[in-house]
């Protein structure tokens, strides 16, 4: 049964569904099938395509946002997939607040990625598109060797 991956940040539009599509590559190019997504602790971008520097500078790599819609998360998340990866502590916490009991633990997606701190920087604010997917990818293959690992 393929492993179901959700990745959260504020408004699905830069650093969640670069993650997504970065991780989504990755695992194709090593042969793991997963079910992927992403979404936003908010909603205000529900239903819009990632934000266009975020695809610009994912499609510059190879990586293709093109297909994906912003959407919000939900309480039913926590029970549709089984590991749900925050792009920071503010994140986190409000994906904590939201988890039923019983739902999956939320936790922070640079665990995978640990030189680089604890908080991917959101570039909708920063501007620093390459360097927020430096991260991302570094943190996508921690995600993947740690999946092989488990036996895919």
């Known amino acids: 049964m393929a ?4 990745f959260v940040c504020l408004g699905n539009i830069c650093r969640s569904p670069t993650a997504e599509g970065v991780v989504r ?4 190019a090593e042969g793991l099938t997963l079910e992927l997504d992403s979404c936003g602790t908010g909603g205000w971008h529900a239903g819009e395509p990632p ?6 500078a994912a499609r510059a790599r190879g990586y293709d946002l093109s297909p994906l819609r912003a959407r919000q998360v939900t309480r039913d998340d926590f029970t549709r997939f089984d590991r749900i990866y925050a792009m ?8 904590q607040a939201l988890r039923p009991e019983g739902g999956v633990e939320p936790e922070l997606f ?10 991917v920087p959101d570039p909708w604010y920063t501007g620093e598109y390459d360097r927020t997917l430096d991260m991302i990818e570094e ?14």
């Open 3 to 6: 492993k179901r991956i959700l």
């Open 25 to 28: 590559a990755l695992a194709k």
């Open 51 to 56: 934000h266009p520097p975020a695809v610009a």
């Open 88 to 95: 920071d502590r503010a994140n986190l916490r409000d994906l």
């Open 110 to 119: 640079l665990r995978h990625a640990p030189q680089h701190g604890d908080a």
């Open 139 to 152: 943190a996508a293959r921690g995600l993947i060797a740690e999946l092989r690992a488990e036996g895919g």
